[in-house]
């Protein structure tokens, strides 16, 4: 992924959004069975939804005009140079992504609420995710054994943000990050894919390993597939703990690009589950932990089995959304248009990173496509839509996207988490893929 400004990715998601609204079916006017939030927790104003502040102008970038190029949709939405996030969209519509929140025991929400309000540095968005807080296959629920849960803090500042944290919990970092400093802290983090863990924490009386990111890397990851590392777990139930409206908007258009990248690699008539374990599935292809014995094997489908429900609430809708697919309210079987006309579409929206892996696949494997491509785009992903093999280039695509920042994030664990703690995770795992 070649690099951008703070403000180039803005832009990005601007025109990425649009293309989003202007191509799916509005769900504002939708109603979802989802209650709203608590009472007991302040409903936010209408400040609260402002994206961050404006990011300070910063020069050009060599490349960053071709990336701009790349999101030229047609859309009734001018944006100029002077034009912010929340020029374009101020504030969501109240029932804009009710798929994504997800219910969980009140009990269990209780938990995740007052684990994240412990935490004093400032966190935008926030979510609670894996076997610790949805149900999956291999666990027995008893409190005993409960599984540590897993948590992603999005925030604007991340030296400031370990700053404060570290100075409010200094042992939930290695010593030799504490001597580092947070700038240093901060530094390691932005390698890709962009998250700090700190793992093993125990805290009201539970065990929890928080990831930092920023909201910038998030909304990159979410709209482009970049690393797949965060955006990929987002294709499964999470549990929104701290919202904000730009994740929120982008984790739309995750969950989109999710489903239309199934849709390119499942029959004409496929169930549910197979839907389900596809995107369950999307974010450990390429992992060398599924490789090695790091990971349970069993790992898609303990998730899927016992998750339905959630999986159903969060694509449902969205699937109904898209043309030539149909899913019926009380059925499990799934029909698609497969099409080389209803392929290319799906295939002409796919994330960037993605778009540009299977776009390099057939240029440099067929010499007559480079011309088509030249004159006419359309013809040329319609093109690529003939080729039946058109799903396992999109899945060896992913699996290179994976591949690289997952090992990336494992090396960084030896040094975010320490060599006991490191010690510890893996064995962990280990253990459960010898269950398995």
């Not at 539970?206 to 909304?219: E, S």
């Not at 999307?282 to 790091?294: C, N, T």
Request: glycine residues 6%; hydrophobic residues 35%; charged residues 20%.
């Amino acid at each position: 992924m070649l690099p951008v400004t703070r403000s180039s990715r803005h832009r990005l998601v601007h025109r990425s959004c649009i293309r989003f609204l202007s191509t799916e079916k509005s769900e504002s006017s939708s109603t979802s069975s989802e209650p709203p939030p608590p009472s007991s927790r302040p409903s936010p104003s209408k400040a609260s939804f402002s994206p961050g502040p404006r990011p300070s102008p910063s020069s050009s970038h060599p490349h960053s005009s071709a990336e701009q190029r790349t999101f030229r949709y047609n859309s009734k939405f001018k944006l100029n140079k002077e034009s912010t996030f929340k020029s374009v969209i101020p504030q969501l519509p109240a029932q804009f992504g009710a798929n994504q929140r997800l219910r969980v025991p009140d009990e269990t929400r209780a938990l995740l609420e007052e684990i994240v309000a412990q935490f004093r540095a400032p966190i935008r968005y926030a979510f609670a995710y894996g076997s610790g807080v949805f149900a999956q296959s291999g666990y027995d629920g008893s409190s005993s054994k409960r599984p540590m849960l897993d948590f992603i803090f999005a925030v604007s500042h991340p030296d400031h943000w370990h700053a404060i944290n570290m100075h409010q919990f200094p042992s939930h970092y290695p010593l030799h990050a504490r001597l580092s400093g947070s700038s240093l802290v901060s530094r390691f983090q932005s390698i890709s894919p962009g998250v700090w863990f700190n793992a093993y924490v125990p805290i009201n009386g539970v065990t929890i390993k928080y990831g930092v990111t920023t909201v910038d890397n998030l909304c990159s990851d979410l709209l482009t597939w970049n690393t797949l590392y965060l955006s990929g777990r987002m294709h499964k139930p999470i549990r929104i703990i701290k919202d904000d409206p730009r994740v929120r908007l982008t984790q739309q258009v995750n969950l989109a690009s999710a489903i239309r990248t199934a849709l390119l690699t499942l029959p004409a008539e496929f169930t549910e589950a197979q839907l389900f374990e596809t995107l369950a599935s999307i974010s450990y292809a390429g992992d060398p932990r599924m490789l090695l014995p790091a990971e349970n094997r069993q790992k898609v489908q303990n998730i899927v089995s016992k998750q339905q429900p959630h999986f159903r609430e969060l694509y449902h809708q969205l699937v109904n959304g898209l043309p030539g697919v149909h899913w019926g309210a009380e059925s499990s079987s799934i029909q698609q248009d497969i099409s080389p006309k209803a392929r290319s579409v799906h295939l002409r929206k796919l994330p960037l990173t993605l778009l540009r892996g299977v776009e390099s696949h057939y240029l440099g494997r067929h010499a007559d496509l480079v011309e088509v491509k030249e004159t006419d785009d359309a013809a040329f992903w319609s093109k690529v839509a003939e080729d039946e093999s058109v799903g396992n280039v999109v899945q060896s695509e992913m699996r290179d996207i994976v591949r690289g920042p997952a090992f990336v994030q494992s090396l960084k664990g030896i040094y975010t988490a320490g060599v006991t703690k490191s010690a510890r995770y893996s064995l962990a795992k280990v253990g459960k893929w010898w269950k398995s």
